[in-house]
């Protein structure tokens, strides 16, 4: 193969990248918004929760774990707080730190919603299984 053949390979690559997790992301949005309540960010952000020590992770640690701006991040965590699913405080330590950290309700949304999130991860990630097998 040439250079611009291993290129446009790369590019379609790419592009077919690019369709298959926007397709799995609105399967998500639709699947988490109509049978729990929230978006797949939200859901992003209730999972990163969970599995961090005690359900808490301050705001900066938690914008670098996800697909969003920083002022999209706060966005998603106000609406986790609004309803309820989590909370913010302030780090005694050093006021400029906020945390998120997870409610009660919050685990429990997190717990339901779970298995519907890995569903469609399951029905809609043909192909994403060969390639983990290849890189492992």
């Not at 949005?29 to 859901?43: M, V, W, Y």
């Not at 302030?90 to 779970?114: H, I, K, N, P, W």
Request: net charge negative.
């Amino acid at each position: 193969m040439t250079e611009g053949t291993d290129q446009d390979a790369l590019a379609a690559a790419w592009h077919d990248l690019s369709v298959r997790y926007h397709r799995v992301s609105c399967a998500l949005d639709r699947e988490l918004q109509a049978n729990h309540k929230i978006s797949a960010s939200e859901f992003e952000v209730l999972e990163l929760l969970w599995a961090a020590d005690e359900h808490s992770l301050r705001m900066s640690e938690l914008a670098e774990h996800v697909h969003l701006s920083q002022s999209a991040l706060s966005r998603v965590v106000a609406r986790l707080e609004k309803d309820g699913l989590a909370s913010r405080t302030m780090c005694e330590s050093d006021r400029r730190s906020v945390f998120a950290q997870l409610t009660e309700s919050g685990e429990d949304r997190y717990r339901r919603a779970r298995p519907t999130q890995r569903a469609v991860l399951a029905d809609h990630s043909l192909g994403c299984r060969e390639l983990l097998q290849r890189q492992s």
